[in-house]
């Protein structure tokens, strides 16, 4: 057989950049999987048999089975095993022949590119299942038909003796089968259904068919006439070392490049004027790839235009210009190939789409499920197929049987007959016994092979092609755009675009893509029949796996994994596999939990108590609203705001402890979920804790409100280790009852019914408050530590790991007093314009506040801080120590040695300085870790800056009469934590405000994301905005007083950076989306959560409250309507129809009227004013602001709230409406720029306590596959090998760089399965930049393309990780010569950052006169001045670089021959230079001298224009004269012609 042939070649695998040799040991090779046994076994060909790509024995398989999903001819089997036999080669046993016979594997063989391709492959049937004469028919398999062997099911089966057939294990790998190697074969068996098979059978032919997944696929085996695997999780398992392959093909050209240096041959040296010629021609050509811009259109990027936002976030504008000018489906215009590549690839796809979805309706008959007297002969279900796209063929009726399908003679709902019709068509498969039954269905399935095949070859590029892996995105965002060329007028689309994008983005995108006609006009999306979607949504579990028997122990399942051995790597990674994959299915349960809890679907565990105190249980989790139930449970917390925050902290401090990954000490799984407006805690069940109190017992802590605290010493101790030492948690003394007397009292009046249980409960209390009884805790007082009945210990309600902030305490209480310092210092009154009105409290008293801590990172910097403080103390002392006792033997010594030696003592003196130089100059000992571990002196100082987190705390009791020294030390406590907010308010909060005065590019974040992350770094909380936008209006005046007094000629010179407008511009933006949201959440929730219920106008009529200036009068709006072209417009009868309005009478379930713009935003500002203690000085102003960026603001509000928008233009900053009229009884009605229909969806915002460091509440897509937070990676060998790649790239070691980046990104993904990781991403941008230092462009270029592709996957399109992604691109391929990627990637990083940031952006200004600089290089001035006055439009707050771009501008139209416009430009810049750096500095007479030279060439010329123009008049003046004489003359012979006329006639007569 040629296939044994093949047993003896070298084992390769290939990649798209190289490939690597394996020992043939390592991988095993020219394995086989055989197709169904059949009875004759004369129909069995090993020609059919699927040859398997050399894999390596721990290969899963479920990998196999999932790459076996994708051939063609296999992908509809499901019900089979696998089994190996040990025995190689051909079995006489199993009848196994290799007699040629047809197969049906391949049935894009029909097409003449079929037969092409088959006339290829014809020498290598036994490594493709492609077949030369496949015809129509030839789709259905001849492997599952009547004459296939089928089997019970492998736990049924009895196995004879002597039997050595190995069953593969479907959840285990290929290292259990004995005696395997190369040349083996596996067999499919068939097993017969049972109903649960049969429900998971029919819903794969329903993928397929349905929903356009026919496979695509005819070899496993990559060959250059063969395709590989294409799908995501089967490419991931079957090629998982791929990356690893790339890897070493890319280190090993590093090390070449270092190895061979000296060996390449250097050509012989070039003359110069050959060198010359060749940078000309060079030049010559790069300037060719510039890309054209028109004069009549602008060059500058509309970071407003959110209708082409997917275009310009892609960098397409071509394709963009291209669809605009009708051009989509015929680009036979001047546009570039990538466009017409581009625009005709995604034109292709729409029209495959729609070929490869099968309209064959599969329903479960109206007579399921089998009576009894036809269950007892063997009948499993009933089934009703119908074609939708032909209503004439008649629907028909399938018997379903435990060895498969076949048609019956039912033929109608008033028929029923179950028996087999006369052409029975029976398969063991149903999509084989659907094919053989309809015509139409066959000819659908086998054009749908062939698009699903050239679909797959359109998606996955050949590598020569280096197609951009963004470009894939694009494609699908765009697909509604496109339309068959067909379409003369354009019909709704069948294609959901945001649904195909949700599929492959984990950040759902707060634009949705709004399919149009290219002169804009918007389509609504077409939402098609579909009875199998209603029978999913019946079908809906919620999340719960009813197939698996019996529930899922969360908590089980992630305590055992935590507790896996960690002694090696592999040990390491399983670990870390297993947790990933438990939290991440936790995380998905949790969410589908949620929203069935939201829909009311789960019904809960006290229905007998008021709605906001019920709990639920589902699916082993515990759900629970975030809100305050009462007094019954023991908490610091009141007030439903509170109650929320502690929600929150809880899930970091869960968190915290998740990451650092203690041992002893377990915490619950945790997700919190925001919808609607409610929040809503989901949580793993302790073991036993619904089992009764004796299957668990409170070791920690207290759990009522009036029992006293609870002690165990175990437990302290695993505190101590863990939070103590880890978290600088200090222990401290409390009372065992921490609640005052008058806290009990109200607690007793407030529950009334159980008085007399609390009487007792208080008596205890009082008991044990006279008896002075105290303990020692580490942790927050209302901490509770349990004992599962697993005998773990539970760590619950840790709702704080820092201590309160003072600063946010009332100074009564004992805050710092900073906030009532600025109020009494400050009027509020000042703070804005006359007679405007403070939002600010006058108090701090706020229940929310008692949960306002500290960051970590702050107590982390001040106790860095404070140790080298102290240690740098010790070493003076110790310094000042050793110089005594040197003096002293100095003087003891002195007299001696003067008069031995006193030509030494200069000599002496030196060496003695010498040694005291060296020694201040070495390191101190104590700040090497190993050396500070051995220092007990510095261990107790340590340990005595370990905060008291349990400061400042409401209703505690004193200790001043119980415990005097532990009343002192928590006296040290407050001032420490006062010191430490004063730290934070003193030192952080004004050293950050100065670092924005610097100007520096990196460290003024784009957007609130990035503002967010920037803020947690350096230790601050977002409530501190408002103090921070106060000191930025403070630089601000600062900066307008020093223009002033210029313009006054005070000053001499101002400086060189003035304080950024787009960092007050992003405080204010975030701070209104943050109460934006809060606010919303309010509307949602207020009147029993009615509006909810529609939530569509109230979400519609708040943001266009927000984006309008003022309200519409009735006039304008009719004068606004009557100009709109219809594109932005529904009138009053289109709302009104799209729902019922005036029902349910008075009560009130009927939503609210809508409030107008003054209530929102009187809400909002209390709100901030409440929450960040500032004024708006920009928003909401009478004298509407230009600073104002409503573009950011509205991307801010709907990524913080979930609210999804339609990706169209909204005239943003101008008068708009909020209701178009009496919206009561819950009609709909017009708002304005944001109507009700521009609402798409609002989606749930989910916190996975495991997730990533800074990963807070992100939008997620119910039902979606793996759309949850980026859960953090437990692996500290990834986080290792990657911080040495950074070292080695630090140090210039780059092929050691490049190993170890690669290695981290193997080790990620190994965990997560999937590049889509943050921690994957920061690899690929490492590896680029490597490749890049190292001249290896292409691979660079490669690298840094999937590394835009993933940020853009995790972040979406405009995350700020995209933006830095797009200036990378352009950085490389500029380097390159590829100048059109390189301007285009330029152009998306312009957009992003407006769109971002706002139009105030610092980097605007830098990015138009990068490009300015490569048109000026290149020859195309033109363009170049245009770019340079864009970028001298921008504001700049560095003013050196805004002299540098008004001088490259000069000096250009100074080329161009413009010299007026070139004097003017230098003068601006010499005046920036004067006014920066003074008349005696360099640059400002070098520009000095530049502006005489301007001015004497602007003379010159202004000279020869005017002489130029003297020449001009007097020339016109001669030709005026000469004209005048020439018509003169022929006015007089015009006379004398008619003199001798008249003569002549006088003649005549």
Known sequence: MESEDNADKTVVV?????????????????????PPLQKNHNDFGMQDAIVLPPIRPEEPVQSIRAALSEVCGYAHITNYRLEFSPSTGVSSKNGITAKNTNSAVEPSSTKKKGKKKNKKNKNNSNNSSTVSSAHKHSVVSKYTGPNAVVHLRSNEKNVAPGDDTQVLDDYGDLTTLKELGSNSYFKIVLETYDIATLRDHVRRTRYLLEDGNAPHVSSLVVDDNTQTINDDDSQQNMNHDSSNDVAENETTKLNKNDDNTQSINEPKEKTEKELEEEEKKKRQELAKKLPAFALESPVVVDGSNLEDFFYLACGEEAAMKCFHDGDSTNTKKDYDNNTKSVLDVTNRLNELENIAKVSCNIAYSGFNPPPSNRRILGDLAYLEVKSAKHPNELSFFITCIPTGFYVNKTFSSEHFDPTPAPEACFSHTLLDCILQKSKSTRNAWIDALVASKERAQLNSPPPSTNENPLQALFRLAIRGDMTPSNHKKLSIPTISTSTSLDTVLLRPSWLVPFPRTPNSEPIEYKHEYNPTRAEDDLNNTFGLDIRGGSLRDWNEEIQSTREMPTENLQQRLDRAKLMHKVLSDFGEAALAGAMAVTDGSITPMNPNEPTRSHVYVHNNIFFSRALDAGVDTFKITEGDRAARKAANRDAQCVGTLHRLDVSGLHTLATVIVDFLGSRLVCQSLVPGILHGEKTHKLLYGAVEATSPLVWDEEMQTLLEENLGKGLMVATRTVPTSPFTSERLEEIRKMRPILAHMHDLAIDNVKEDKNGNETISICGPVEAKGILGSDQRKYLLDLSRLTPRDANWV?????????????????????????????????????????????????????????????????????????????????????????????????????????????????????????????????????????????????????????DKAAFEQISEDEEKSRDAASFLWENVLPSLSKEMRQNLSHQIPPDGKSLTELLHQRGMNCRYLGRLATLAVEEEAKDLQAEKDVASGKPEKLPRKAFPECWLELLECEMVARAAKHVLDSYFVENGGSVSAQPAQLVASFLSALMMTSEESAAETEHRVSKDDGENHFDDDYFNGLTMFNVGGDGDAIPPPVRDRGQVWNDIENEIGRRFRYDLTLHNRKEVSRRVQYIPLLRRICQRSGIRLLAKNYKVGDKGLCSAGPNTGGRISDSYPIQPVDVVDVLPMVKNAASIAGESFVPCVPGAVAIVPLLHVLLPDAKATFEAAHLHFNVGSLPQALEYVQEAANLYQRVVDTPLHTNVSRCLDLTAVVLFQANEMELAATNAARALAVAVQLGGFDCTEAVTAHSTMSHIHITSGNLTEGINHLRASIYLQELLAGKNSPELSNLYHKIGTLYHEFGGLINALRFYQEAANKRNYDRMAESMILKSMALLLANLGHFKAALDTEKRAHNVYRLTLGEDHELTKNSANTLKHFMKLAVEQGSRQVEEERKRQDELAADAIADEIVADEAAEDSKKKKKKKSKKKKAKS
Request: hydrophobic content about 30%; some cysteine; charged content about 30%.
């Open 810 to 962: 009332p100074k009564s209480q004992g805050g710092s007093g900073h906030w009532e310092s600025i109020t009494s210092a400050t009027p509020a009154s000042s703070q804005k314009p006359a007679m405007a009105q403070s939002f600010i409290p006058a108090s701090l008293e706020d229940n929310e506040w008692t949960m306002a801590v500290l960051r970590p990172e702050l107590i982390t910097n001040l106790t860095h801080k404070k140790m080298r403080e102290w240690l740098q103390a010790r070493k003076k002392g110790e310094k000042a120590s050793s110089e005594e006792a040197e003096d002293s033997v100095k003087n003891q010594t002195k007299v001696g040695v003067e008069k031995i030696l006193p030509e030494k003592k200069g000599t002496e003196d030196t060496v003695c300085e010498k040694s005291t130089e060296s020694t201040v100059a070495d390191p101190p000992e104590e700040l090497h870790g190993a050396d500070q571990k051995n220092n007990p002196e510095a261990q107790n100082y340590l340990k005595s800056l370990r905060m008291n987190i349990n400061v400042f705390l409401p209703h505690m009791k004193t200790l001043e009469n119980i």
């Open 14 to 34: 290939k990649e798209d950049n190289g490939a690597r040799e394996e020992n043939e040991d390592t991988f095993l090779s020219n394995l086989a999987i055989l």
